[in-house]
């Protein structure tokens, strides 16, 4: 790596942190993958892909040539053989983790965070937010493409859910062992033209790892030596743990009357019928898990962010007074980025912590008790009630009817107050001189932020 790269020219990160199986490794030892055709089967990944293989010759652009004279462009982990994006090679890694319980509408989420992040991050943020590598990327763009850029948009869809097994999986051969990996959703994050921190875009630019797991996964014993899928947990930067209230009998009886949404409806008997895994004790096996891997005490908390998203908010507004998810940031006075209104998110999140501890106190004292930082963000994915399908009595939601509210926050919040110099934010109200105050909603630049942080 070190020889096929010019490190004058491109930065490069001295120890990489592969994203399939979490081992690290020196940037000069990545394996290559070859590319001639002939060149299949691999010891780790099986006889249908393609070798891995640690370079003695490049070409003059700095590729690496395989055995047959081909030259190659893609870099694999040393350990497990699965592909590395060349962002996280360049930029520092940011891992964050997503869990709920089965059905809590985790790939909607993914799907509308995703998609709301690709618009306003660069509109609103300069703030470029791509595709690291596409191929990896391929389901959450499906998902994307099934809900915003269906060409039929008056036929019902629906997202498929996660499953433990099957796309959203990597299984590697350790001799005989078979040993299944989770396919995190990597996209790279860097400053435009306009950022209050281009100058420093080498330092604020970050690898962002999504990791989505079915809610199976944090069920007690799931996770083992062979299918070690949650491991990411504990080298996660933030945890976003999604609370379904359409799952919950409580919320249910309190929307009573004030909604005639179907999973308030006809979907809460089905859940009664199933007896679905208690919300609660997923938190408490992710927070064990935390604890395990990350060598925590038991009475510990952990020092990384716990974001609650709330989501569905379409169903249960009524229990916040229907208040509308207007987008929380400001046009800035002089920079063309806005700033992310913290204040607005923390008073929201002050709102649903109260109807949450009504409620579903075990939520809060799950959440409260395993992270120092924890905030609570309502979502709607979809921006409305889905529709059931009166031949097949599936919910679904027809794309035109699609309208994200909030999906984007959730990580913008993130950015904003715990990724240093990344989002631009507006100053607290007590730290404003007055409505003509320039710097209001100014931007921090690097370097800075760290001695202007508020506590969530």
């Known amino acids: 790596m070190g020889q096929g790269m010019n490190r004058s020219s491109i930065p490069i990160q001295l120890r990489v942190t592969c994203p399939h199986c979490w081992s690290r490794f020196a940037a000069e030892d990545a394996l290559w993958i070859s590319q001639h055709p002939d060149l299949v089967g691999d010891p780790r990944l099986g006889t249908d892909q393609q070798q891995r293989f640690l ?4 070409t003059v652009e700095g590729a690496a040539i395989d055995s047959r004279g081909f030259a190659c462009h893609g870099l694999a982990c040393p350990k ?8 996280l090679f360049e930029m520092e890694p940011l891992f964050i983790s997503i869990l709920g319980a089965p059905s809590c509408g985790k790939s909607y989420f993914l799907a509308a965070m995703s998609w709301q992040l690709r618009k306003t991050l660069p509109h609103s943020f ?14 959450l763009n499906e998902y994307e493409e099934i809900q915003f850029l269906n060409p039929n948009q008056d036929q019902l869809v629906a997202i498929r859910k996660t499953e433990e097994q099957g796309d959203l999986y990597d299984t590697v051969l350790y001799g005989e062992q078979a040993i299944r990996f989770p396919r995190p959703f990597i996209f790279a994050l860097r400053p435009l033209e306009g950022h209050v921190n281009y100058g420093s875009s080498a330092r604020i630019s970050k690898g962002l790892a999504l990791y989505d797991n079915a809610g199976e996964s944090f069920l007690p ?21 999604l609370f379904d209230p359409t799952q919950d009998r409580r919320f249910r009886e309190a929307c009573r009357g004030k909604t005639d949404d179907p999973q308030m409806q006809e979907r809460s008997a089905r859940l009664d019928r199933e007896r679905p895994v208690r919300q609660d004790t997923i938190l408490l096996e992710a927070a064990d898990r935390v604890r395990r891997y990350a060598g925590l005490a038991q009475a510990a908390k952990h020092s990384r962010p716990l974001i609650v998203v709330v989501t569905k908010y379409d169903c249960w507004a009524s229990l916040l007074d229907n208040e509308p998810l207007d987008d929380p940031w400001v046009q800035g006075k002089r920079r063309p980025s806005c700033a992310l209104d913290k204040e607005v998110i923390q008073e929201r999140s002050q709102k649903l912590r109260k109807v949450l501890w009504q409620l579903t106190p075990e939520i809060v004292a799950a959440a409260e008790g395993f992270a120092q930082q924890v905030i609570y963000i309502p979502v709607s994915a979809i921006g409305r009630s889905p529709e059931s399908d009166p031949q097949t009595g599936a919910l679904g939601i027809r794309p035109r009817d699609i309208h994200p509210r909030w999906a984007e926050v959730p990580l913008l919040y993130f950015l904003a107050h715990w990724c240093e110099g990344m989002i631009p934010y507006r100053k607290p109200k007590t730290h404003r001189i007055g409505p003509d105050d320039d710097n209001d909603t100014g931007t921090v630049p690097f370097g800075a932020a760290r001695n202007r942080r508020e506590t969530a």
């Open 55 to 58: 370079p003695t010759r490049f």
């Open 80 to 87: 497990c053989h699965l592909t590395v994006p060349r962002a």
């Open 126 to 139: 300069c703030m470029a937010f791509s595709d690291a590598d596409p191929a990896m990327n391929h389901y």
């Open 221 to 241: 014993g799931s996770d083992t030596a062979a299918s070690p899928v949650t491991r990411h947990l504990a080298l996660s930067r933030a945890l976003m743990f």
